[in-house]
Nanobody
Framework: QVQLVESGGGLVQAGDSLRLSCAAS????????MAWFRQAPGKEREWVAF????????YYLDSVKGRFTISRDNAKNTVYLQMDRLKPEDTAVYYC?????????????????WGQGTQVTVSS
């Protein structure tokens, strides 16, 4: 199947930046729709961003628009989430997810492959 491994999380101050990475293996990366989700303590997992097969089309949760940027490097089998001007409410475990369909989706149930998550903590 598809294996996904996230990295890049950490503890930062409000206003700082982090860049998350997700390395994929086991399938043809360029034919995977990739997304980022996050799950804060006591809350359900929510969709944050996704990117099309070719990396041109990107879509974001309203609360992160203008601050987060999703991108992919198909040559490296890696998807990124650049997070700028982080806020305490961005604190969560961030998960990389993939699906084999080219159709974009926001629901957790639509993604069959998940990474283990990486913790992002933003202090005030």
């Amino acid at each position: 199947q598809v294996q996904l491994v996230e990295s890049g999380g950490g503890l930062v101050q409000a206003g700082d930046s982090l860049r998350l990475s997700c390395a994929a293996s086991g399938r043809t990366f360029s034919r995977l729709t990739m997304a980022w989700f996050r799950q804060a303590p006591g809350k359900e997992r929510e969709w944050v961003a996704f990117v099309t097969w070719g990396g041109i089309g990107t879509y974001y949760l309203d609360s992160v628009k203008g601050r987060f940027t999703i991108s992919r490097d198909n040559a490296k089998n890696t998807v990124y989430l650049q997070m700028d001007r982080l806020k305490p409410e961005d604190t969560a475990v961030y998960y990389c997810a993939a699906r084999e369909s080219p159709v974009l989706a926001r629901a957790v149930s639509e993604f069959a492959y998940w990474g283990q998550g990486t913790q992002v903590t933003v202090s005030s």
